[in-house]
């Protein structure tokens, strides 16, 4: 990551720190630059990095929401981060919170969007978009 990125990833891991709800664990991309923001976040919030290969470039929102609701299945976490790439992870916000149809959302480099389930289990438009966090430094 270079320098602005580890920037954005200790100030969002020092906001989900503060947050209601701080993930754990958090759910990444095998691929480097996704990897490193992971690893920046889970040292700060002092919880585990677990590989989630859908969140890799190529994959369709519909193979990380079954992957994710396997992984639910056999955990049930509070909360999780989900750490991944664009144009996916603004597809994945759409189908999430709106549905299948919905136009992509967007997310700049290092942001997050905080979706909130209440209660239930990730599904296809059954998610609230309740946050877009950004560090700025320009």
Request: charge should be negative.
């Amino acid at each position: 990551l270079r320098k602005r990125g580890q920037k954005q990833a200790s100030w969002l891991a020092e906001e989900l720190e503060a947050s209601r709800r701080p993930p754990d664990p958090i759910l990444s991309s095998p691929l480097l630059r996704a990897w490193q923001t992971s690893e920046l976040l889970a040292d700060s919030l002092g919880t585990e990095i677990i590989e989630l290969p859908t969140l890799a470039l190529g994959h369709p929102p519909s193979d990380v929401i079954e992957s994710l609701g396997e992984f639910l299945e056999r955990r049930s976490p509070d909360a999780v981060a989900l750490v991944g790439h664009n144009p996916q992870l603004e597809w994945l916000v759409a189908v999430l919170t709106e549905g299948p149809t919905a136009e992509p959302i967007r997310l700049r480099t290092g942001q997050c969007a905080v979706v909130d389930f209440r209660g239930s289990s990730p599904s296809v438009g059954g998610g609230t978009l309740s946050g877009l966090w950004r560090f700025d430094d320009d």
